[in-house]
Nanobody, 123 residues
Framework: QVQLVESGGGSVQAGGSLRLSCAAS????????MAWFRQAPKQSREGVAD???????TYANSVKGRFTSSKDNAGNSLILEMSALKPDDTGIYYC?????????????????WGKGTQVTVTS
């Protein structure tokens, strides 16, 4: 079972940028397919970005062109670079890992989760 710890959240004005990191331990990181999810107050958790086999990335339509996810296999970390942030991007951002044979960005396909990091975008 992989352990995941997110960092890098904070408060930023609309149009600004943030970089989130997720440190992984306890499993072979390079073999994991991983994703970022977010959850706004009173809303369900939604997939933001996934990295699957051979580094294939999948993004939610709402973040395409603004967010970039990458895996640092040497550093055992997952990165989310966020730019042109909007107030609608506000929420708790979670890092998650799935079986690579499952489909990306479906929340029930992810077996390991971090505790999340808060991102707040003010207008």
């Amino acid at each position: 079972q992989v352990q995941l710890v997110e960092s890098g959240g904070g408060s930023v004005q609309a149009g600004g940028s943030l970089r989130l990191s997720c440190a992984a331990s306890g499993d072979t990181f390079s073999t994991l397919c991983m994703a970022w999810f977010r959850q706004a107050p009173k809303q369900s958790r939604e997939g933001v970005a996934d990295i699957g086999h051979y580094g294939r990335t999948t993004y939610a339509n709402s973040v395409k062109g603004r967010f970039t996810s990458s895996k640092d296999n040497a550093g055992n970390s997952l990165i989310l670079e966020m730019s042109a942030l909007k107030p609608d991007d506000t929420g708790i951002y979670y890092c998650a890992a799935r079986n690579c044979f499952s489909s990306p960005l479906f929340v029930n396909n992810y077996r390991s989760w971090g505790k999340g990091t808060q991102v707040t975008v003010t207008s």
